[in-house]
């Protein structure tokens, strides 16, 4: 009898198996371990910052007003691009439709409040806010505005009164007790000359102009650029007046500064005051130089795994809805002049049909963008309360997962605006194309292997 001494074909096969299938799931292995950090490992080895950025006023078709005439009809703007993104339930604790002091409380607290107050709860008790957290670990604080720095949005931050109009109350809380190491806004009507003169013995740099802002490289800064809110972009002086984009430039290289990391609030509060005014113009010019703020602040976050940017809202206002445009392919992009865009935004937004169905804020939910690795831990498709928004922040900070409850949007809101998501991220992740063509390479060349090997027994 003739004896073999190959070893047995099950052997062969799977001995072969081996070595073609190896490589798969090393090179499989070795691009998992680039996935992102999540919150504890990213804490455990870094500090931890925060961008918050308030559109004021800002619905979807505010956003899509703002698209239409920047990039056109097939482009999208700075801020959906998101990691992830969903919609935001926004009514007060004794009202359908908030107003911007009781949302902005409700953003940077986690509590519902009534309609007017700041930074306290419905029986005028104090809250303690996110910068306040920010604070206690040791943080840099910034809050910039494009309105007062008094207004309600901005306050509801770093102040606490039962009415959102005790501007005095705002200004002295500022001034002997907020402790915010970067102010960027207008308002500099309500602060007294011994106000400014206690700024400055606090070791705040006075700033009033855009060359003034830019000098300054590090350290505390005031910069009051308006005796009341700061020109509107169409308006603007651009010699004199910094835009929103380079008052958030310089205020994340001012915090970032700080090795304990740092929290920032920006707030585009004219986007509000021009919708207000049914002026489309405006409005879109206020949201698209609010997208080069969020441009700047994204730039920030992709090359620090440590700091997540939240884009948000407080409110819609005006019951915006973009009807129809008539616009031809000619973008502000292709222009080189700052002068020459700002007309052509202006011509393009006169170029949408729009409808304002609300004559005053309203009850429909707003969007939310969010930008860092960690967001990858939050579901999709849902609608939260804009008490979550604090709580993402919280956790955050608390180097812990974060979380959110679902709830249902409004049956009824007072516009007729359809609320659309993009969703950018899927529980499963997607498979990498290159790993996928290296696999079935080398499986297929197994298996051509294997029927050899077969063939010759």
Not at 4 to 9: G, Q, V, Y
Not at 42 to 67: C, K, Q, T
Not at 226 to 231: A, E, F, L
Not at 338 to 361: C, G, I, M, P, Q
Request: charged share 20%; hydrophobic share 40%.
């Amino acid at each position: 009898m003739k004896t073999s001494t190959s070893l047995p074909r099950f052997i062969q096969v799977s001995l072969l198996l081996l070595v073609f299938l190896s490589p798969i799931l090393v090179f499989t292995e070795s691009t998992a371990s680039e996935a992102p950090q999540n919150v504890a490992q990213i804490a455990a080895d870094e500090s931890l910052s925060i961008i918050l950025m308030i559109g004021d006023g800002m619905g979807y078709d505010h956003v899509e007003l703002a698209r239409l005439v920047e990039v056109g009809e097939f482009g999208s703007l700075n801020m959906q691009d998101s990691d992830w993104n969903t919609s935001v339930l926004t009514h007060s604790a004794d009202a359908v439709v908030t107003d911007s002091a009781a949302a902005g409380t409700a953003i940077s607290t986690g509590n519902k409040t009534d309609n007017g107050k700041v930074g306290v709860d419905p029986s005028n008790i104090p809250l303690e806010t996110i910068l306040e957290i920010a604070q206690t670990l040791n943080k840099s604080t910034g809050v910039v505005s494009k309105c007062r720095i008094v207004d309600a949005t901005p306050a509801s931050f770093m102040t606490h009164t039962g009415s959102r109009y005790n501007f005095d109350e705002i200004a002295r809380q500022i001034v002997e007790e907020a402790d915010v190491d970067v102010l960027l806004g207008g308002g500099s009507d309500y602060f007294s000359s011994s106000q400014i003169s206690t700024m400055i013995t606090n070791g705040y740099s006075m700033v009033y102009n855009r060359t003034e802002l830019a000098s300054i490289t590090s350290g505390r800064v005031f910069g009051l650029f308006n005796g009341y809110h700061m020109d509107f972009e169409y308006d603007r002086d651009y010699s004199l007046q910094p835009s929103i984009a380079e008052m958030t430039n310089k205020s994340i290289e001012l915090l970032s500064q700080d090795t304990d990391g740092f929290f920032l609030m920006v707030e585009a509060g004219r986007i509000d005051l021009a919708a207000h005014d049914d002026d489309q113009v405006r409005t879109a010019l206020e949201t698209i130089e609010f997208d080069k703020a969020i441009d700047i602040a994204m730039d920030y976050v992709s090359d620090h795994n440590n700091t997540i940017l939240i884009v948000t809202t407080d409110h819609e206002t005006e019951g915006l809805v973009v009807m129809s445009h008539n616009l031809n392919s000619e973008l502000p992009a292709d222009l080189v002049s700052e002068t020459d865009k700002r007309a052509l935004r202006a011509e393009r937004a006169n170029n949408v049909t729009v409808d304002w169905t609300a004559s005053y804020h309203t009850n429909s939910p707003v969007p939310f963008f969010g930008y860092g690795s960690v967001f990858s831990e939050l579901p999709e498709n849902i609608a939260i309360d804009n008490t979550n928004v604090f709580r993402i922040m919280k956790d955050f900070y608390d180097g812990v997962p974060l979380s959110v409850d679902e709830v249902e949007p409004p049956t009824t809101t007072t516009t007729t605006s359809t609320i659309t998501t993009t969703t950018t991220t899927t529980d499963i992740a997607p498979v990498d194309p290159v790993v996928a063509t290296v696999a079935f390479a080398v499986t297929s060349v197994g298996v051509i292997a294997i029927f050899i090997v077969a063939r010759k027994q």
